[in-house]
């Protein structure tokens, strides 16, 4: 009798591998080579008729999809997941098969081929063709590299609100919970069509129970999204409170978000990974349910490991710092974290905690403008992420604006002089008193064509350099990034680098400084600060 399938193990017997420790070890690899196949309901669960299993050996690595990689104590389960019908015939809605064909080298090669016709509407669910593993409580990090194709005509058949999943976490159900979706908390990677009805990268973390409320969600619009040819994906996570998940294409880092990964109140631990995910919007579908009308994705050359292998520039790059403001509750207007201040109070400037954001409202009669300060120093060569969102604005200002790597040389740090600004006028901070970068990111009246400028201080002026044709809009999330690598700065908002350019030497002074969300008659939250070092060398693409 064979025994039940559990997916993951290292080739070698003994001790569990301490993650996160070095060396990486490799805990598996195939391309689907040797007998590979795909074996049909191998696990008699309660929708057994609806889940397959890879199995066989590939000649080539040594590792076997089912008894070679059973009973390592990492993964319980793992099987090609539908939603379908549990007397539903598979193959009418989905095909998982091993076949040969042009593979990532160009010569024929043995892949995973998944696809998915359409969608069986006698179940509440969209039905979809995933491969899922089942971790155990000890495995809470892994990295994953592979070759993928999506179907030549995938972007043909993107419509207005469409989108086509290709990863995803997953805690499992809540009993106690009968609100919300069927999982407790998710995190996934999704391709989703933007308001010009083009499919971009997105990132999503999500609270499903007992309410469906998204924790973050941004977008990377510049993003290739290489259809009808191989391509490499990578990803990075880490489970739990102090989480991460890195997702890239083609060397091209698309998210690195650092932070909580579970659930907030109720964690209930890592259900599943789908490791492969064909999981799409019903537009994609018609309703035949034809082989012509089959969206298909295609996987070769898998590697799992237990982190970033030896030599991956993304090794040792755990942020600096990280705020997602979610230590301090909810507060009254006035009350800010521990290492935050706020100057523009004295002409009616409010800052506040809001559903785990930094809220800071600076549209009253009289207000000048308002700035939150981070009361700490960042490094000279720095890189510097964040979410900011326009809740509402005087005029269509929308003014998101940052004052980067500010200090007083007078002093040793800006908290010193914070009355001197209590007002909060901008003047206050382009005098000759201090120094620092200024980035100004704001419709100005028109939100479909905003204006970036990016100024040192001192002289403030001329402007350093400057970009229109972003847009800036009320209720819209933006996800700023920036970096400076000596004299050399960077801006990136939605993956998109808007700015790049030089900074007027500034030799004299003590590189790195402090950190100021800034704004103008506008009401606006600010979320998920992270700050790092600047990888060298690392892939970036400019607006397409």
């Not at 069927?182 to 990268?201: A, G, P, Q």
């Not at 991956?312 to 942020?319: F, I, L, M, S, V």
């Not at 604005?393 to 007078?410: E, H, S």
Request: hydrophobic share 40%.
């Amino acid at each position: 009798m064979s025994k039940p399938l559990t997916f993951f193990a290292l080739l070698v017997c003994g001790a569990l591998p301490a993650f996160g420790a070095d060396p990486a070890r490799l805990l598996f690899k195939s391309g689907f080579e040797g007998d590979t196949r795909i074996a049909p309901g191998t696990i008699r669960r309660e929708t057994a008729t609806n889940r397959h299993h890879l199995a066989g050996r590939d000649h080539t690595t040594g590792f076997e999809w089912r008894e070679s990689l059973a009973g390592a104590g990492l993964v319980n389960d793992a099987f090609f997941q539908y939603v379908i019908s549990p007397q539903a015939v598979p193959e009418t809605f989905v095909t998982t098969e091993i076949r040969t064909m042009p593979g990532p080298r160009g010569t024929p090669s043995r892949v995973l081929y998944l696809g998915v016709k359409g969608d069986d509407q006698t179940t509440r669910a969209l039905s979809r063709n995933e491969l899922d593993l089942y971790p155990t409580p000890a495995w809470r990090q892994g990295y994953a590299r592979y070759w993928m194709f999506m179907h030549p005509d995938m972007l043909e058949k993107a419509q207005k609100d469409s989108w086509v999943m290709v990863m995803e976490w997953k805690e499992p159900r809540n009993p106690d919970v009968s609100t919300g979706g069927t999982n407790n908390w998710r995190t996934n990677i999704t391709l989703s069509s933007d308001d010009d009805e083009r499919l971009v990268w997105k990132f999503l973390r999500q609270e499903v129970q007992p309410q469906r409320r998204d924790e973050q969600a941004i977008v990377d619009v510049a993003a290739p999204v290489p259809v009808g040819r191989w391509f490499q994906l990578e990803a990075f996570w880490r489970w739990g409170r102090e989480g991460r998940i890195w997702f890239a294409i083609d060397g091209r880092t698309l998210f690195d978000q650092a932070g909580r990964f579970e659930h907030a109140k109720t964690p209930l631990g890592l259900g599943f990974w789908a490791l492969f995910k064909n999981y799409r919007h019903q537009h994609f579908y018609d309703a035949d349910l034809s082989d012509g009308d089959e969206s298909w994705f295609a996987y070769d050359d898998v590697e799992i490991w237990s982190d970033f292998p030896p030599g991956h520039p993304r090794r040792d790059t755990e942020p600096l710092f990280v705020e997602n403001f979610e230590a301090t509750p909810e507060t009254e207007w006035g009350t800010l974290p521990v290492g935050w201040w706020l100057e523009g109070e004295a002409t009616g400037a409010r800052a506040r905690m809001a559903e785990g954001k930094l809220l800071v409202d600076a549209t009253g009669p009289k207000t000048s403008g308002a700035t939150v300060w981070l009361d700490r120093e960042l490094p000279g060569d720095v890189d510097v992420s964040f979410d900011v969102q326009v809740v509402e604005a005087i005029g269509m200002a929308n003014n998101m604006n940052l004052l980067f790597q500010f200090r007083d040389p007078k002093h040793a740090g800006l908290s010193e002089t914070r009355a001197e600004r209590a007002d909060g006028r901008y003047a206050r901070y382009h005098s000759d008193r201090l120094r620092g970068t200024i980035l100004t990111f704001l419709a100005n009246g028109d939100e479909e064509s905003a204006r970036l400028r990016v100024r040192q201080v001192p002289p403030f002026d001329p402007v350093v350099q400057e970009f229109s044709g972003y847009h800036a809009r009320k209720g819209r999330t933006y996800h700023v990034r920036l970096v400076r690598r000596g004299d050399q700065f960077t801006c990136h908002i939605d993956g998109q680098m808007l700015l790049d350019t030089k900074l007027p030497a500034t030799a004299k002074d003590k590189p790195g400084g402090y950190l100021g969300f800034r704004t103008w008659r506008t009401k606006l939250w600010w979320d998920n600060l992270i700050v790092r070092r600047p990888v060298a060398g690392e892939n970036v693409a400019v607006a397409r």
